[in-house]
């Protein structure tokens, strides 16, 4: 973290601990040597997932989206199941355990497709996104401030809504893409 | 804002005023009618650009990536042009401003495709991303903190670096990802 040489945190000063996050205020050194002050929220990351209730190798398979309350967007909108790790929390748990609170369901098999940053202007969260195969369902967990319902959607209908704009949230869109072009008929 | 029988703010109180982001801890009303508090980044939003060098109808088109320091990611990323709204500033102005900003370019035709949420969690940011076509090129004009290498693209070869992970910005994942299946051959 002190190396002269290399752009990167010459301090930090923590402004604000959070619940869900923190924000510090960091001198930068920048790739030209200066340095400056950057705000940053620390976020400890989460996971992701695109559940199948098919056969993805099914035409036009079948996945669960939730509809959640989120203040932030100022009402109810479409996202895939997700949720942050907790501490020490490996990325596969977090997204077996948000899979099981949000929908009830337990994957056969959970694997790891892609790894993103949600918006690395300010914040260093990172998205695991996870494809979850061979579900059966149970009874969702939800905390308290937790408002969700499932919405088993086909593919073709998801991709519709990511269209015209109906779904809006960048990891549930962007993973649904993600899966569709890459997961998909590979 | 007041409405009781609404979810939403109750009060708000502001912990941070910063450069980028305010933070504010707010009382929210939950649909359940119970509160509790939240923590809000607030973000003025942002536009983004997918720059067409060559006619989008071509045959594997190449837009224009960045390659950006960002010290949240700890090095260099790839990106789409993208920057913060000014204080009034319509989203389309903004996707204007930074594409010249950013790679030198102005575009005959600028055209809005869709608007998302970063990361709905925690923050009320949204991204409007348009589609730049028609490009003139000139001097780019950084501000003192960015460092921006412009690397013209196939489209084919950014759905490749998308699917191995190397572009890993959800924005530009997801920007590269709508504009490949939805303007694309529309």
């Known amino acids: 973290m002190t190396d002269p040489e290399r752009p990167g945190q010459v301090a930090s000063r923590r402004i604000h601990t959070g619940k869900v996050i923190n924000l510090d205020i960091d001198e930068v050194r920048f790739p030209n040597g200066k340095t400056g002050e950057l705000e940053i929220i620390r976020h400890s990351g989460a996971s992701a997932v695109i559940p199948f209730l098919s056969d993805p190798g099914a035409d036009d398979p079948t996945i669960l989206l939730i509809r959640q309350y989120r203040y932030a967007a100022d009402g109810f909108i479409y996202e895939i199941p997700a949720g942050r790790l907790e501490p020490g929390e490996p990325a596969e ?9 949000e929908t009830g369901c337990t994957a056969a098999k959970m694997e790891h497709l892609y790894t993103f940053f949600t918006t690395p202007g300010f914040t260093d969260e990172k998205i695991h996104l996870f494809v979850a195969t061979g579900l059966t369902s149970g009874e969702s967990e939800l905390e308290s401030d937790e408002f969700v319902e499932v919405v088993p959607t086909q593919m073709s209908a998801a991709l519709k809504l990511i269209k015209d704009g109906t779904i809006n949230d960048a990891k549930t869109a962007l993973s649904i893409l ?8 590979r």
Not at 178 to 185: M, N, R, T
């Open 93 to 101: 748990q977090c997204a077996v355990r948000e899979l099981r609170e």
């Open 178 to 185: 993600y899966v569709a072009g890459f997961f998909l008929g």
